[in-house]
């Protein structure tokens, strides 16, 4: 899937992308016909037909033909890591990654901090291109044979023991691994145990001198003849250790270009998560889903290496069958992981793996005979403010035994403070917080003032800014200003938050109500999100009173995912203003009904229609557009949360079948080894519309009948204006 959808992408990475691989060409023919005329310069100044006043003009000449149409600066400037030298460069131009401590190692080359588009490039232009799934190793080789210097080069062989000074004499590229010596005097460095020269020769007579490219890391030269090894073997690690995964090769659909299909997305990912833009929770699922994946794969690939193509035993048999339950429960994994990266999706679905975050413990009510606090937040606190805020707030409201009052410079330490029940006060002010404000008990939040005079903002990344999930929350009066906050600035993960009268400046996520979670946002004004102003999950109960929502991503974005254990969300939005959002007003983001994965049957018989299949609820024309062929297909709608899925009965049923004309045919080799081609060939077949599907993002259309489906419990008098694509639409993935 292309970068775009989804996700933010820098304007250096935007000029890569489009950069036609002409160019490159034209770069390399550009620079040799200088080379060539440089060489054919010099040879008329040793024959004498050609002055050095002539040579110089002819110098100043080609100087303003060449120079570049930018902003003049020099090229060493632009320079950001990744160069592949020609001839006409002197000297490296990558840096030099000094060794902490006291080492006996020479300083090895600085490749470990490439920028995303430095590797796309890397791996789109030079190393993998449109390659197929077969088609990767032999492309990796050839690139390295075209980069990586054959012989004559220092590196320190890293491992997970040992690290040792090598010199390289011989490199095989078809095997990615290099021939190595020992230079001596022995320099080496042992982590935990002690390691000795003849050790290493003898581990090294083991592997006939051949080490993996992999765990070389070139040694430093500020000559530039071995830049290119150092970029290609920091490609080539990279590659195998955070984009390659060892049942890629098990994906029998050959006919997808493999950069486009993995190396995109997983690239993507890597870089989001480097930059603080995924959630920590669902960062950590995915670790544990490709690590549970790499154990069923080890675990099958076992399995599958036991059998024997000659044995009539039973037990191989069984294990077949077992072979296959580990297949299903491997290929759900993927689809999982595949979910999560894809940009798309994962903004779409993620509730499904990350749901379970909440905030800090609650504290509860104050001990028996203890007195509510109000908690004043002031950066200075005057006496004429003081005088104010007791006339105003104190006296009226708290001015009984039962409250007490504490001062306060900071909201977020105060908020922190508090027990159920509890009052915060924040009086005038621009207040900088660094970390996330979490309310898990029922306090009141109110500015004393405008919002406009009364700012909160937070600048450092984190998952959210303000975070809920008390019984009841009550926020009035207050500006937030919110920076890269990943899960919006504002998420009611549970119990109910009331907003009035806020203004709420986003710049990545705008609110996020959870499932179970209620919110109700009265006279309130919310912009700038990258994403949807408001987010609406399943089960939520959400009222949209008097605000308005605009010049974000979408509006409002609700997301129905058709789980058997999903109830309809209640939407309640009468009077608001949603205008000048990109895309649309209200979308709706649901599956596509006719290509569920919940109704095997039906994807038998694609052909039939199954009208049933049409929620209740959905207005019969927009039951009608549902029923229409999408361009894009689904994915699984209902992915299991703790256990892998089970073998659904038309599948238990087919593989009974499966085993009777087993023990009809003659238990011979050749009949096992139809049977268990014929098992994989049948699950293959089922699996691979989901992974079709998986990796396809949806479509998009204008749904003028949304309003009439029954999670609206009421919708009127709003006003929409000058959003991009219309006011009501709908996604179906």
Known sequence: MSEEVGMDVQPDEVSIYQTPAGNFDAEDARSKSVRKERVDLQSEIEMGAVTEDELAKDALVSQGLFQDDGDGKDEDD?????????????????????????????????TSH???????????????????????????????????????????????VF????????????????????????KCEARGCEVTEEAINTLLEATLQKVPLQELEVVYEESGDFDSTALALEHLRFFYKHIWREWDEEDEDDD???????????????????????????VAEYHALVGQCSDKFQEFSSLR??????????????????????????????????????PLLRYVLRYKFNSGQHCSTARGARPAGARRVVHVVSVSATVGLLQSLMADKLAPQYSGDDFEVQLHNDPQVAVAACYEGDVVIVCPGHYNISS??????????????????????????????????????????????????????????????????????????????????????NMCDLYGSKGAGVEIYPGSVCSLL??????????????????????????????????????????????????????????????????GTVPAEVDPAAAEEAEEPCEASSVESDLPEAEIPIIVVEEEQEEEEEEEECCAINEGSEENDVIKRELTATNTRKLRRQISKANQGGSMQADENLPLQEMFVSIQGNQFKRNGKGSFGTFLY
């Open 256 to 282: 997808f270009d493999y950069f486009m299909r993995y190396v995109e997305p997983r690239l993507r990912l890597y870089y989001d998560i480097l930059e603080d833009r995924v959630p920590a929770g669902l």
């Open 305 to 342: 290496n036991g059998l024997s193509s000659d044995s009539d035993s039973e037990l191989d048999n069984v294990s077949m069958v077992e072979g296959l339950r580990l297949y299903e429960q491997m290929e759900a994994l993927k689809r999982k992981l595949r979910i999560i990266e894809n």
């Open 78 to 110: 632009n320079d950001s890591g990744t160069y592949y030298p020609n001839s006409d460069g002197s000297g490296t131009r990558l840096q030099r990654a000094e060794r902490d401590g006291d080492t006996v190692f020479p300083d090895t080359f600085q």
């Open 163 to 186: 690290d040792v000074l090598v010199e390289v004499v011989d490199v095989d590229y078809k095997d990615m691994k290099a021939q190595v010596e020992l230079v001596l005097p022995l």
């Open 436 to 521: 996330s404000i979490s309310i898990p008990d029922s306090i009141l939040l109110e500015g004393y003032g405008l919002p406009d005079e009364v700012v909160i903002e937070k600048k450092s990344k984190g998952d959210t800014f303000v975070e809920c999930a008390a019984a009841s929350v009550k926020i009035s009066n207050l500006k937030f200003i919110e920076h890269d906050a990943i899960e919006g600035i504002l998420c009611v993960r549970q119990g109910k938050v009331e907003m009035e009268n806020c203004v709420m400046q986003c710049e990545t996520t705008g609110v996020i109500v959870r499932t179970s979670a209620e919110l109700i946002m």
């Open 114 to 160: 490439l920028l995303h588009y430095e590797r796309f490039k890397a791996y789109q232009d030079y190393m993998l291109g449109d390659c197929k799934m077969s088609e990767v190793k032999a492309f990796t080789a050839d690139y390295l044979e075209k980069v990586v210097e054959p012989c004559d080069w220092q590196a320190v062989w890293c491992t997970d």
């Open 546 to 611: 008097g605000t308005g929502i605009h010049h974000c991503k979408d509006g409002v974005l609700i997301k129905d995912f058709a789980d058997k254990l999903d109830t309809k969300p209640k939407i309640t939005m009468v009077n608001n203003v949603i205008h000048n959002n990109e895309g649309y007003g209200v979308i709706l983001v649901k599956p596509n009904d006719d290509l569920s994965d919940d109704q095997p049957a039906k994807m038998e018989t694609a052909d039939e229609p199954d009208v």
